[in-house]
């Protein structure tokens, strides 16, 4: 069975970090994409970051660049997402999402209708 599972999330203060974790199952991520997204309260979903198949491309979103980071471990089939500086407006529900890597990784990140598997989530709060 295919599956995503998020882990990490929870409440912090501004300025604080977080570190938020992907576990993929039931397939490798070799020759995945992982993308990392978020809803904030009655907000869209939005792209965070995402990273390619073999790891050598990279995308944040300029609301969080210089802030977060991604990388995968693939030995352990897990992806993760640092989170530093954090901003109440970071506050969301996080979700990760894999993908065949077919396209640049800025063109993926850009469309989450384009990704077919999805982890349910983890909330992230983060007061000020």
């Known amino acids: 069975q295919v599956q995503l599972v998020e882990s990490g999330g929870g409440l912090v203060q501004a300025g604080g970090s977080l570190r938020l974790s992907c576990a993929a199952s039931?397939?490798?991520?070799?020759?995945?994409?992982i993308g990392w997204f978020r809803q904030g309260p009655g907000k869209e979903r939005e792209e965070v970051s995402c990273?390619?198949?073999?790891?050598?491309?990279?995308y944040y979103a300029d609301s969080v660049k210089g802030r977060f980071t991604i990388s995968k471990d693939s030995a352990k089939n897990i992806v993760y997402l640092q989170m530093d500086s954090l901003k109440p407006g970071d506050t969301g529900v996080y979700h990760c999402?894999?993908?065949?890597?077919?396209?640049?990784?800025?063109?993926?990140?850009?469309?989450?209708?384009?990704?077919?598997?999805w982890g349910q989530g983890t909330q992230v709060t983060v007061s000020s």
């Open positions: 999402a894999a993908e065949l890597s077919l396209m640049p990784i800025q063109r993926m990140c850009s469309r989450t209708g384009y990704w077919r598997t």
């Open positions: 039931g397939f490798t991520l070799d020759r995945y994409a």
């Open positions: 990273i390619s198949a073999k790891g050598e491309n990279i």
